[in-house]
Nanobody
Framework: QVQLVESGGGSVQAGGSLRLSCAAS????????MGWFRQTPGNEREFVAAITWSGSGTSYADFVKGRFTISRDNAKVTVYLQMNSLKPEDTAVYYC?????????????????WGQGIQVTVSS
């Protein structure tokens, strides 16, 4: 049974930082691309960042480039999202996802497993 468990969310003021973690179990983590998505009420889930199985390749949504960094530690079966210079518009529920292949893409259907989501709230 695959489980993805996010942690590290919470409330922060604009300009602050948070680091999200996603601990995986039940899958061959080292052969899975990983991604982070986010969702606000009434809106579709949107791509934030992705990383390939080895960590050698990353991709980001334009609205987080230069502020967020995705990374992974295969020995700890964990993927991270370092979020700096947070803005109120970054407020959302953030989801960790495991891709169906070794690559991590920006499209939801590329992912087969999802975490339960974690709230990030940025106040102005």
């Amino acid at each position: 049974q695959v489980q993805l468990v996010e942690s590290g969310g919470g409330s922060v003021q604009a300009g602050g930082s948070l680091r999200l973690s996603c601990a995986a179990s039940g899958l061959t983590f080292g052969r899975s691309g990983m991604g982070w998505f986010r969702q606000t009420p009434g809106n579709e889930r949107e791509f934030v960042a992705a990383i390939t199985w080895s960590g050698s390749g990353t991709s980001y949504a334009d609205f987080v480039k230069g502020r967020f960094t995705i990374s992974r530690d295969n020995a700890k079966v964990t993927v991270y999202l370092q979020m700096n210079s947070l803005k109120p518009e970054d407020t959302a529920v953030y989801y960790c996802a495991a891709a169906k292949t070794i690559y991590g893409g920006s499209v939801l259907r590329e992912y087969g497993y999802w975490g339960q989501g974690i709230q990030v709230t940025v106040s102005s």
